[in-house]
């Protein structure tokens, strides 16, 4: 078993006692720059790391933070995670990433795991189960710094970063309809997630706007957010099953996007002959897909970067915040065949 070297170790091969070495680590004034280089030299020598638990007891922080998305392997989360770490990184702190796989019971073990962890803060976006926010209310008040991205809890008061999803959805299925489309489908996420709520009303005003109806049969949601296949399967196989069939699917998710496009190719349904689909997703393949999927992209290194600088503030802040700020960001259309 690893066991790293301690003050104690330096002071007892140095013949020093623990106090003189841990202050001349430190480059206090007490401490002669003989014994200093000595003992520096010698740290160096056998790789000596302060223990970061001991300096976090020390300290009340130790400089590392949590981090809760439902999967790494989605695309934006992971876009979202590497500007977490480039902000993390230059702020001198560590980031520690879990992962929920979209449940609420997964979400509730990790964030106490964090918690019991001692990190100075979470950076969250809530599994497509939850919606009782009870485990993170409790820390919130208790003092933990928390930043809510993505998909936020709108019963907790604190800072929250998104994208603009009402406006993607909204000029997602405008696309469609301008393409000529009527009988547009929407497949999107749980029903209580903020972003499913959201880009469900961007989905509907695009509709109203073009004076065409709001179907109930054509919404179709996904209690995983398209984790698993055959719950696409199931949306797009009853849409295929009603008497008048959808025309053009919005589909409002990344890991749906190209859920949809795979069970579609499955049931040997032609895009975009014999159906349109537009969606969400920062996917880097979506040129490589037969056919290139039209999509919202969304921001999501920005918005993992601004993030952190949100929640690095509240860690440092010298007095307690009580105004926090809700930071919409701006999605894009990008078009393709």
């Not at 999803?165 to 696309?175: I, P, R, S």
């Not at 926090?324 to 960001?329: C, I, R, S």
Request: hydrophobic share 40%; net charge neutral.
């Amino acid at each position: 078993m690893f066991e790293p070297s301690t003050l104690k170790d330096i002071a007892k091969a140095l013949g020093l006692s623990t106090s003189t070495v841990s202050r001349a680590l430190r480059d206090t004034h007490e401490i002669s720059a003989e014994t200093k280089r000595i003992v520096l030299e010698y740290a160096e020598k056998i790789n000596y790391r302060p223990n970061p638990i001991a300096l976090s007891l020390k300290e009340r922080r130790s400089k590392s933070i949590g981090v809760l998305v439902s999967e790494v392997a989605n695309h934006y989360f992971s876009q979202a995670i590497n500007g977490i770490e480039s902000i993390a990184y230059n702020r001198g702190y560590h980031v520690i990433i879990t992962q929920t796989h979209e449940s609420y019971e997964r979400e509730k073990i990790n964030i106490q795991h964090l918690a019991s962890r001692s990190v100075d803060g979470l950076l969250v976006s809530l599994s497509a189960e939850t919606s009782d926010t009870t485990h993170l209310k409790n820390l919130h008040q208790r003092g933990l710094p928390i930043v809510f991205f993505d998909r936020v809890a709108a019963d907790i008061d604190t800072h929250k970063i998104v994208a603009n999803n009402e406006k993607g959805a909204f000029e997602a299925t405008e696309f469609l309809i301008k393409k000529g489309y009527q009988r547009i489908a929407h497949i999107t996420s749980t029903s209580h997630l903020s972003i499913s709520i959201e880009r469900l009303t961007g989905y509907k005003k695009a509709l109203q706007k073009h004076h065409l109806p709001v179907r109930d049969a054509y919404i179709k949601h996904c209690a995983h957010g398209g984790m698993f296949l055959d719950e696409v399967e199931s949306a797009i196989t009853s849409l295929m099953s009603l008497p008048e069939k959808p025309d053009a699917i919005f589909v409002a998710g990344d890991r749906l996007s190209v859920g949809c496009l795979m069970v579609l190719k499955k049931l040997n349904i032609r895009v975009p002959v014999d159906i349109g689909i537009a969606g969400f997703s920062n996917s880097d393949v979506l040129d490589l897909l037969n056919p290139p999927l039209t999509a919202v992209q969304q921001p999501a290194y920005e918005i993992g970067q601004i993030a952190t600088e949100m929640l690095i503030n509240l860690i440092e802040s010298k007095y307690p915040v009580y105004e926090f700020e809700n930071k919409v960001l701006d999605t894009r259309l990008s078009i393709r065949s």
